[in-house]
């Protein structure tokens, strides 16, 4: 992909950028008005290698999880905001 994508949902958000694809699973909906719902866990794919996404690989890249939640949070909080 040659930028990133993100979604969200009630439960779950996704960012996914380049070959992989983070999969954040949401907590409970925060008590701040407008404030998005915390992520509980994520998980990562590497789409090139398991286009059907059954691997978790979170363990084996810690930098492009940390990078991405970053990425995703920013976006999520960006898609918040009202002009």
């Given at each position: 992909?040659?930028?990133p994508?993100?979604?969200?949902?009630?439960?779950?958000?996704?960012?996914?950028?380049?070959r992989?694809?983070?999969?954040?699973?949401?907590?409970?909906?925060?008590?701040?008005?407008?404030?998005?719902?915390?992520?509980?866990?994520?998980?990562?794919?590497?789409?090139?290698?398991?286009?059907?996404?059954?691997?978790?690989?979170?363990?084996?890249?810690?930098?492009?999880?940390?990078s991405?939640?970053?990425?995703?949070?920013?976006?999520?909080?960006?898609?918040?905001?009202?002009?």
């Open positions: 992909r040659a930028r994508i993100g979604f969200e949902s009630a439960r779950m958000a996704t960012w996914t950028a380049d992989f694809k983070l999969v954040a699973h949401l907590g409970r909906p925060a008590k701040a008005k407008g404030a998005p719902p915390p992520v509980a866990r994520v998980e990562l794919f590497d789409l090139l290698e398991d286009p059907l996404e059954r691997s978790d690989v979170a363990a084996a890249h810690p930098e492009q999880v940390a991405m939640t970053d990425a995703l949070g920013g976006w999520r909080a960006a898609i918040r905001q009202r002009p």
